[in-house]
């Protein structure tokens, strides 16, 4: 299987900055895709932002010019860094990775880390 470990989360005062990292580790053939949600209490886990093998990148509408997703694939990593923070940025953030693993054979995967905790207070 492929476990993923988040790290990064923490309190920030608006305007600030945090850098969310996301590692994918096991027996992994290759990555298609790897993006971040967040889900806020009471509300529904949202997509924040995806990013492809292929380079290509999605982001809400919330966080356009303000969020950059990015990946190491050698590292089998995914980073979201969170420029000028507002308070409705928090949230817990999960990141999620999907690919193919090998198990014997090769088996899809659909992973989704621990979560952290993102907020944004003065």
């Known amino acids: 299987q492929v476990q993923l470990v988040e790290s990064g989360g923490g309190l920030v005062q608006p305007g600030g900055s945090l850098r969310l990292s996301c590692a994918a580790s096991?027996?992994?053939?290759?990555?298609?895709?790897m993006g971040w949600y967040r889900q806020a209490p009471g509300k529904e886990r949202e997509v924040v932002a995806t990013?492809?093998?292929?380079?290509?990148?999605n982001y809400a509408d919330s966080v356009k010019g303000r969020f950059t997703i990015s990946r190491d694939n050698a590292k089998n990593t995914v980073y979201l860094q969170m420029n000028s923070l507002k308070p409705e940025d928090t949230a817990v953030y999960y990141c999620n990775v999907v690919g193919v693993y090998s198990d014997y054979r090769p088996r899809v995967f659909n992973s989704w880390g621990q979560g952290t905790q993102v907020a944004v207070s003065s």
């Open positions: 990013i492809r093998s292929s380079g290509n990148t």
């Open positions: 096991g027996s992994i053939v290759s990555i298609s895709a």
